[in-house]
């Protein structure tokens, strides 16, 4: 019975992970997702507060991808939501919130394969 009760105030504990996190982001009209390395959730991606974080990711965005929703490489630190419903009719699995974007750039054949975050 005490390990039940353990178990169970371990799962409502932590609401957001921090952490690191590497995948392909997509801007576009319909919506702005990370797909994390690893995963097949895909991610509603914002930021907290007033941070301009997600305008810079967008503009550098922009100078890399040829068309809305192609996918560019991200490297990010910040937190994610648990598993819910998120974004424009709650098409994504979990929030990310960008703290720091770490590394954007095109798309390479071996991103994902050298390390999991």
């Given at each position: 019975m005490l390990l039940l009760g353990w178990v169970a105030f371990g799962a409502?504990?932590?609401?957001?992970?921090?952490?690191?996190?590497?995948?392909?982001?997509?801007f576009g009209r319909g919506g702005d997702s990370f797909k994390p390395c690893g995963s097949r959730e895909t991610w509603?991606?914002?930021?907290?507060g007033f941070s301009r974080a997600l305008d810079e990711l967008r503009a550098q965005y922009n100078?890399?991808?040829?068309h809305p929703y192609d996918p560019v490489y991200l490297?990010?630190?910040g937190e994610v939501s648990k598993?819910?419903?998120?974004?424009p009719l709650g098409s994504y699995q979990r929030v990310v919130y960008v703290e720091e974007v770490l590394e954007v750039r095109t798309r390479q054949?071996?991103?994902?394969?050298?390390?999991?975050?």
């Open positions: 409502v504990g932590r609401s957001m992970e921090s952490g690191e996190w590497e995948g392909f982001v997509m509603w991606i914002k930021v907290k100078e890399i991808a040829e490297r990010i630190s598993k819910g419903q998120f974004g054949d071996n991103d994902c394969r050298k390390r999991r975050v």
